[in-house]
């Protein structure tokens, strides 16, 4: 037998797999972290990609937005990297502390409280500079253009009035491809209505069922991404700062400048240090978030099982090992249960769209490919409704999931591993 220690939420959970069934482990590719982020930083803002460096686009007596990630992103701690930029911009451009604002990118999540919008900025850039909630149901939202395909763009009115600076994330994601650079706009600072319409895109227009042209790292065709773009693409003075994560959750890559071509960049860099090549798919998978805050709900945790489920056979297992201490997540989410009951799950998402409601339809779909059982806390039999198997002790899942004679592929953490099938391979 052999021992395995998963992160859940803030501890760990331990177990034993009979490993004549494991034919392989999955890690994504090392890569050392920054080893001086405030080096890195300036030297991203002085050589930046695609765009004039940051000393250049600011200067004193401008005023800026600075939009930064929620708490669900709270993983890519950019609490070590604003400091240095706050102070950057001050000693460096000249821009005082007055004039910088600091919008946290909410998309439709509620904006959190003092204590948490701290360990958020840190509390040497908590006392300095002004941070604010962005509200997507605010009606001083300000319009700054519709799409191509009809997604009318409001944005936070500091970010419409203001020179921007974005600074987020670059991971996969399965609706828009990869999350960060134009992201952090739209959805990120936008209204409600323009994050339904661009989400909205997510279903197939010709069938009951997810889009086929979304999907982890698919941008080419995506028209969740495409409309994203374009959408960002209104607002004409923004410097875009990007933070790629290695596979330990630490700060690996950090490029600067121009929010379309900087952002590309560490997108490629994402894929290389997540994707990982295997020859065949498995008969189950066993992973886990990586803890919390990945694991806080089913709604953020969910996307481990978007990242891992291309290494399963249709009909296999997925063991996931996800907290969920905020059960489903956002209120809405398990509400959607009653039109899954009626039959009118689509039906109802198409009339009324919600990325809350998408995510649970996008589960629902998980779970009538695959038998997804989780260690977890979730309510059991909401869960149950979905087709989604809830255990509260590993070994009593591990024992109802009869794994004996199936092959298996044990994933650690399934928020840094994006399993993809070689070429060529059956």
Not at 23 to 38: F, Q, S
Not at 399 to 408: F, G
């Amino acid at each position: 037998m052999k021992s395995y220690s998963f992160r859940y939420g803030d501890r760990s959970v331990g177990f034993q797999i009979d490993e004549t069934t494991i034919i392989g482990e999955l890690y994504g590719n090392a890569t050392e972290p920054v080893r001086d982020i405030r080096q890195a930083l300036f030297a991203s803002l002085e050589r930046p990609l695609g765009g004039p460096s940051l000393a250049a686009f600011t200067r004193r007596g401008d005023r800026l937005a600075i939009v930064v990630s929620d708490r669900s992103r709270s993983w890519m701690r950019q609490d070590l990297v604003l400091p240095h930029l706050i102070d950057y911009l001050s000693q460096t451009c000249g821009v005082r502390n007055e004039d910088m604002t600091i919008v946290i990118a909410n998309g439709t999540h509620d904006g959190d409280g003092p204590d948490i919008l701290t360990e958020l900025v840190s509390p040497s850039v908590m006392d300095r500079i002004e941070v604010v909630n962005h509200d997507c149901r605010s009606e001083d939202l300000v319009q700054i253009g519709t799409t191509t395909r009809g997604t009318r763009v409001r944005v936070n009115p500091l970010v419409a009035s203001r020179k921007v600076i974005t600074l987020g994330a670059c991971t996969h994601h399965v609706m828009a491809g990869f999350g960060g650079g134009r992201k952090s706009i739209l959805p990120g600072v936008a209204s409600a209505e323009a994050i339904r319409q661009n989400h909205a895109h997510a279903l197939d227009p010709q069938a009951s069922r997810s889009n086929p042209l979304i999907g982890n790292a698919v941008l080419e065709g995506n028209p969740i991404h495409e409309d994203m773009c374009e959408g960002a693409a209104f607002l004409k003075h923004v410097f875009t700062i990007n933070l790629v994560m290695n596979t330990e959750m630490e700060l690996a890559h950090i490029l600067s400048g121009d929010l379309f071509e900087s952002w590309e960049q560490a997108c490629v860099l994402a894929d290389e240090m997540y994707s990982v090549s295997i020859p065949c798919q498995a008969d189950a998978v066993i992973t886990s978030c990586g803890g919390f805050p990945k694991d806080m709900s089913l709604y953020q945790g969910s996307k481990v099982i978007d990242n891992v489920e291309p290494a399963l056979k249709n009909g296999g297992t997925l063991i996931l090992a996800a907290e969920c201490r905020d059960g489903g997540g956002p209120a809405e989410y398990f509400d959607w249960i009653r039109p899954l009951k009626e039959g009118t799950l689509d039906s109802a998402l198409r009339k009324n769209f919600t990325i809350p409601g998408y995510i649970f339809y996008l589960n629902c779909e998980q779970a009538r490919r695959y038998r997804i059982m989780m260690l977890s806390e979730l309510n059991a039999a909401d869960a149950a409704e979905m087709g989604i198997e809830v255990y509260r002790d590993m070994e009593e899942l591990l024992a109802a999931a009869k794994l004996d004679h199936q092959r298996i592929l044990v994933i650690p953490n399934g928020s840094v591993v994006i399993p993809r099938v070689e070429a060529g391979a059956i």
